[in-house]
């Protein structure tokens, strides 16, 4: 079964930065686009990034763009997230996703996923 394990979270200023890690199980990481999704409190988890399985396709919702990247290390089985520039609305709790392999729509599009992690929490202090 595959596993997803994010860590990094935590509570850090407004203006400052955190960067996310998430280590998958298994052998075939290298084969899967990866992304990352946040969610707050009554409100539908909302795309943030994702990345293709060779890093040749990056995309990032419009609230993040040119404040956070993704990245990953296949090596490593790990795809990051930093995260510069905060700000108060990018509290969250935070979910890596495996998208895939068939099927689905496309990279921000939740159903396309079918693994996720448990989560880590964000907060951004005003």
């Known amino acids: 079964q595959v596993q997803l394990v994010e860590s990094g979270g935590g509570l850090v200023q407004a203006g400052g930065s955190l960067r996310l890690s998430c280590v998958v199980s298994g052998r075939t990481f290298s084969s899967y686009a990866m992304a990352w999704f946040r969610q707050t409190p009554g409100k539908e988890r909302e795309f943030v990034a994702a990345?293709?399985?060779?890093?040749?396709?990056?995309i990032y919702g419009d609230s993040v763009k040119g404040r956070f990247a993704i990245s990953r290390v296949n090596a490593k089985n790990t795809v990051y997230l930093q995260m510069n520039s905060l700000k108060p609305e990018d509290t969250a709790v935070y979910y890596c996703a495996r998208k895939m392999a068939w099927g689905g729509g496309g990279y921000s599009d939740v159903n396309s996923f079918d693994f996720w992690g448990q989560g880590t929490q964000v907060t951004v202090s005003s």
């Open positions: 990345i293709s399985w060779n890093g040749g396709t990056i």
